[in-house]
C-alpha cells in the first residue's frame, strides 16, 4: 500500500519549458489537492479536485492547470514554466470532500513525498 | 492577516520538557483542526485533529482548542530529539475540505 505517489520526485526546467507532475492514490480516496510549499509561506492550495470529474481553483492557481484523470491519478500542468514556479510540489488526498460532518476523520489528507522543482 | 497564524520559532526546549506550539485563526467558521509535523525535507504528517473545545490526547501528544478564543495548541510532552521539525497548524471551514495552513512552527529539541 503505497498512499500517495507523486512523480517525478526532482526536476530541473528552464523558463518557457512545461511539465506535469504526476500523483496517484491507491486509498480510493475521493478528494485530491496540490499544494506548493514555499520558505516562509508555508503550504498553499492550488487547485483541487473533490471528486473524479471536477476540478476548482484554489489559493494559488495562476500559471497551472490540473486533470483528474480517473479516481485514483490527479496531475499538475505547467504550461510555461517561470522562474517563480520553483518551489516544492505536494500532492494529497482526502477520502471525502465535502466536510458533511466535518469532524470526520474522512476530511484528512494524506501527503505524497513531493516533487523539487527549479525553474531557471 | 493569514486565516492561520503561527509564531514561526524556532522554539527550543531541552529534551524531557514539555512543548507547546500555538495557533490562532481568523475565521470563526473555522470546524476542525489538524497538527501535522513535517520533517526537513519531508512531507508532512498527521499527528493530530480536533473539533471540539477542550483537549484530545493521544500518547504524548495534547491537542487543545479554544473556540471562544479561537486558539489552537499542541502539548509534547517528554519531548525528544526526534520531535525536532516544524509542526504545521491547519483548518477547515465550511462545507469543503480545503485545509488552510499556518507557515508552521520549528521546533528544537535540544540534548
Known amino acids: 500500500n503505497a498512499g500517495v505517489t507523486q512523480t517525478p520526485k526532482f526536476q530541473v526546467l528552464k523558463t518557457g519549458q512545461s511539465m506535469t507532475l504526476q500523483c496517484a492514490q491507491d486509498m480510493n480516496h475521493n478528494s485530491m489537492y496540490w499544494y506548493r510549499q514555499d520558505p516562509g509561506m508555508g503550504l498553499r492550495l492550488i487547485y483541487y479536485s473533490a471528486s473524479e470529474g471536477t476540478t476548482d481553483k484554489g489559493e494559488v492557481p495562476n500559471g497551472y492547470n490540473v486533470s483528474r484523470l480517473n479516481k485514483r491519478e490527479f496531475s499538475l500542468r505547467l504550461e510555461s514554466a517561470a522562474p517563480s514556479q520553483t518551489s516544492v510540489y505536494f500532492c494529497?488526498?482526502?477520502?471525502?470532500?465535502?466536510?458533511?460532518?466535518?469532524?470526520?476523520?474522512?476530511?484528512?489528507?494524506?501527503f505524497g513525498a513531493g516533487t523539487r522543482l527549479s525553474v531557471l | 492577516q493569514k486565516e492561520v497564524e503561527q509564531n514561526s520559532g524556532p522554539l527550543s526546549v531541552p529534551e524531557g520538557a514539555i512543548a507547546s506550539l500555538n495557533c490562532t485563526y481568523s475565521d470563526r467558521g473555522s470546524q476542525s483542526f489538524f497538527w501535522y509535523r513535517q520533517y526537513s525535507g519531508k512531507s508532512p504528517e498527521l499527528i493530530m485533529f480536533?473539533?471540539?473545545?477542550g483537549d484530545k490526547e493521544d500518547g504524548r501528544f495534547t491537542a487543545q482548542l479554544n473556540k471562544a478564543s479561537q486558539y489552537v495548541s499542541l502539548l509534547i510532552r517528554d519531548s525528544q530529539p526526534s520531535d525536532s521539525a516544524t509542526y504545521l497548524c491547519a483548518s477547515i471551514t465550511g462545507t469543503a475540505s480545503k485545509l488552510t495552513f499556518g507557515t508552521g512552527t520549528r521546533l528544537q529539541v535540544t540534548l
Open positions: 494529497a488526498s482526502s477520502e471525502i470532500a465535502l466536510a458533511g460532518g466535518s469532524s470526520s476523520s474522512k476530511n484528512i489528507q494524506y
Open positions: 480536533i473539533y471540539s473545545n
